[in-house]
């Protein structure tokens, strides 16, 4: 299915689209970065990722994905805007990507399954190009018991470097948990999940690492009263530089079975 699979935030992506259910120790996450044709919006690239999240929703359905999701692009520290436009997002719980079953694609698209998928691949293509993909290692991740993409429609995602290369970050990614964990608690995060990159990994990239918080509200980034989150936010800035920092809205997610 060419970029798709092998295709969030968590989200990343992310982990963000484990829902809150048992999911392996380690995942990992396909970061698709798409940038509209000229002259298309949203809204014309909205047909073809529902297509794509059906698609998806079947490897999902059949325990060989744990989930695919697509996050517009609200903000951006990146000083070049128009790099992409959203992100698709494909949580595997493994390093490789593995599709729904003949069968389940024929409950699709009928006896026309090589046609149509040509075709989705071709009209996507022409609404909105993949100009990058990221492979990520969600090596920590912790969810409130009501998470879902739909409840907490914001994600906060901290592309991250060491500040000194040799450092280990093991005490500061303890500490942001402790703090994610609280404010989860307090129902101001959903979530709260910390991932490596994996591929590609350069140094000219800038950062190697992310964190991602779906939340509600923006005011949840002003700073914290707790002593212990203000303590927490102290640790990640002696550690770690905010190399990047972007604001999405999840448009479109697979649900897992039974939530």
Same mark, same amino acid.
């Given at each position: ?78 000083? !070049? ?6 992100? $698709? ?48 290692? !969600? ?12 409840? $907490? ?83 990640? $800035? ?22």
């Amino acid at each position: 299915m060419k970029h798709r699979l092998p295709s969030l935030f968590f989200c990343l992506f992310l982990a963000a689209t484990a829902l809150a259910q048992s999911v392996p120790s380690k995942t990992y996450t396909y970061l698709i970065f798409h940038k509209l044709a000229p002259g298309k919006t949203i809204q014309d690239a909205l047909p073809v990722e529902r297509e794509w999240k059906a698609v998806n929703q079947a490897a999902v359905d059949e325990g060989k994905l744990i989930g695919w999701h697509m996050m517009v692009k609200q903000f951006s520290s990146n000083p !070049n805007p128009s790099e992409y436009d959203y992100v $698709t997002c494909i949580v595997s719980p493994n390093m490789g990507i593995n599709g729904a079953s003949a069968a389940a694609m024929a409950k699709i698209y009928g006896d026309s399954v090589q046609v149509r998928m040509a075709d989705l691949n071709r009209r996507d293509r022409l609404t909105a190009p993949v100009v990058k993909i990221e492979i990520w290692e !969600n090596t920590d991740a912790l969810f409130g018991p009501d998470f879902g993409p739909g409840k $907490t429609s914001t994600v906060v995602v901290d592309f991250l470097k060491l500040r000194d290369p040799l450092a280990d970050g093991t005490g500061a990614v303890a500490s942001l948990k402790q703090a994610g964990a609280a404010q989860i608690s307090q129902k101001r995060l959903g979530g709260w999940a910390f991932s490596t990159l994996m591929v590609p990994n350069g140094s000219e990239k800038g950062y190697g690492f992310a964190m991602a918080r779906p939340m509600t509200s923006l005011n949840v980034l002003a700073e914290p009263a707790d002593p212990k989150l203000a303590a927490a936010q102290k640790q990640l $800035t002696r550690t770690f530089e905010v190399v990047r920092q972007e604001v999405f809205r999840f448009e479109q997610y697979t649900v897992r079975p039974g939530k």
